[in-house]
């Protein structure tokens, strides 16, 4: 018998592949879903036990999906803050911020990591949207000096209670006071990256921003050899934690009909700087005149899920459609269905008794806190 030819996963050349494709399907990954036009692995086995190797140990995860765009030049602060309404004045160079990319409507067209290189240049960490044409046509009639483009980077996500292990394992001990929501430039024996203490798991975590795609598996093979003694698994990003901590998706939880004031993230929009934004009139009327909705947890009755909703489920009050269930998956430690919800206002108090209409019949949802767990971010801020 010869040696088994590898099977070929593919959608033609339209749907790019990251640097880190060929050592995920080596590794494991037999699922791809398709974000920001590129493969992502969703699937190494065991959704749940991805999630305990998150929790109890580190997995690695390819997020080259999250695509970079890049903002440099003489007026680069001015524009990166046309984007966003969060402050960015007190943005330090080497600091990372969660920012809101709002339009004219004020409505959410990315919830993006912004990261600042240099004085002058930025980068923005995508969520899954074609912010680089939004941020090229803002540009060209903004009368601003910038550079907007996509650089050759492609992150790897280092996430669970062992990363910071792993990381002095591949670093050295100078990486321990590399503090949450910042970021440092290193060389690993040859290999160009931006290192930043974030990611997308609500645990100790660490990004790892790859500036040469030709480097991709060298960067993969070197990580998981420095985690072995650690029990690094491969693995995907986690539904079951990221429901938990409350962290959105876009096109899920928020899409550009959605408002930060209907998600609760106040804190991200200062309408009181002089700085003008994209969104700005219409945000200060949205904050005026209160919201119709909101995002809330809430907790379904009945046995374990299956697996995450594949659609938006309706939630009823009375009979009558009161919003939809965004997000839902049975959380193995908490031994409940969890679930983010946008809800109307009316309805949006704790302890609410609403109906769940999912495909195999109608269940009781119950208003909860969110996040579902460690709502104070302890354990990623760590």
């Not at 590399?178 to 974030?198: A, M």
């Not at 079951?240 to 901590?245: A, L, N, Q, T, V």
Request: charged residues 25%; glycine residues 10%; contains cysteine.
């Amino acid at each position: 018998m010869g040696k088994q030819e590898q099977k070929e996963f593919g959608f033609g050349t339209q749907i790019r592949k990251s640097p880190y494709f060929d050592a995920t399907v080596r590794w494991g990954a037999t699922g791809f879903s398709v974000y920001n036009h590129m493969y992502i692995p969703r699937d190494f086995g065991d959704p749940v036990q991805n999630f305990w190797n998150l929790v109890n140990d580190a997995i690695l995860c390819d997020v080259a999906v999250e695509r970079q765009v890049e903002i440099s030049g003489p007026d680069a602060a001015k524009f990166a803050q046309m984007l966003t309404p969060r402050d960015l004045s007190k943005c330090a160079v080497g600091q990372c911020k969660y920012v809101l990319i709002t339009n004219a409507d004020g409505g959410i067209l990315n919830d993006p990591i912004l990261l600042r290189l240099e004085e002058n240049r930025f980068w923005i960490s995508l969520a899954d949207s074609d912010i680089l044409l939004w941020a090229q046509g803002v540009a060209v009639n903004s009368g601003l000096d910038v550079q907007i483009r996509e650089p050759d980077v492609s992150p790897l996500q280092l996430q669970g209670p062992k990363s910071g292990e792993i990381m002095k394992a591949l670093f050295g001990d100078s990486i321990t006071d590399l503090r949450y929501y910042w970021l440092r430039e290193y060389d690993l024996d040859g290999i160009p990256l931006i290192v930043s203490r974030t990611g997308w798991s609500s645990e100790l975590g660490y990004e790892l921003y790859l500036q040469d795609s030709s480097k991709g598996d060298e960067l993969w093979e070197k990580s998981m050899a420095a985690g072995a003694p650690f029990g690094l698994k491969p693995g995907h990003t986690s539904s079951i934690r990221r429901i938990e901590g409350g962290m959105l998706s876009y096109h899920a939880d928020m899409d550009i009909n959605t408002n930060p004031y209907e998600l609760g993230l106040d804190r991200l929009v200062e309408l009181d700087m002089e700085a003008e934004f994209i969104g700005k009139a219409a945000l200060k009327r949205i904050r005026e005149q209160g919201v119709s909705r909101k995002q809330v947890g809430v907790l379904i009755d009945g046995p374990a899920l299956s697996g995450p909703n594949t659609k938006f489920w309706t939630l009823e009050n009375e009979g009558q459609s009161v919003g939809k269930v965004t997000s839902a998956i049975f959380s193995p430690r908490l031994e409940k269905n969890i679930a983010l919800a946008m809800v109307s206002a009316d309805v949006a108090e704790i302890g609410t008794t609403l109906e769940v209409d999912m495909p195999n019949g109608k269940r009781t949802a119950t208003v909860v806190e969110r996040p579902f767990f460690d709502p104070n971010k302890k354990i990623a801020a760590g």
